[in-house]
Nanobody, 121 residues
Framework: QVQLVESGGGLVQPGGSLRLSCAASGSVFSVNSMAWYRQAPGKQRELVARIFYGGGANYADSVKGRFTISRDNAKNTVTLQMNSLKPEDTAVYYC???????????????WGQGTQVTVSS
């Protein structure tokens, strides 16, 4: 069994910063890509940032220059540093990871439970 547990959401004023973390635990053999998605009320879930095992990353245009994704391969964790937050960044943020479980042969996608980020004055 594999779990992705997120932390770090909350309420912040426009222009502020938050740091989201996500840790994979359980029967994890290896992790390839890790990503953050978000879903605002009434909108579809969208990719925010993704990072590959080697460290290469890509970002949604709306967050480029403001958000930074990083990972610790030894700890199976991914972090999203969010700066210069805007009200339109308000959403539930989800962690996703491609994980190969112990004894398994393929990578499957796993999702965290989501953490609320609210940007408001």
């Amino acid at each position: 069994q594999v779990q992705l547990v997120e932390s770090g959401g909350g309420l912040v004023q426009p222009g502020g910063s938050l740091r989201l973390s996500c840790a994979a635990s359980g029967s994890v053999f290896s992790v390839n890509s890790m990503a953050w998605y978000r879903q605002a009320p009434g909108k579809q879930r969208e990719l925010v940032a993704r990072i590959f095992y080697g460290g290469g990353a890509n970002y949604a245009d709306s967050v480029k220059g403001r958000f930074t994704i990083s990972r610790d391969n030894a700890k199976n964790t991914v972090t999203l540093q969010m700066n210069s937050l805007k009200p339109e960044d308000t959403a539930v943020y989800y962690c996703k990871a491609g994980i190969r479980v112990s004894g398994g042969y393929y990578y499957n996608d796993y999702w965290g439970q989501g953490t609320q980020v609210t940007v408001s004055s």
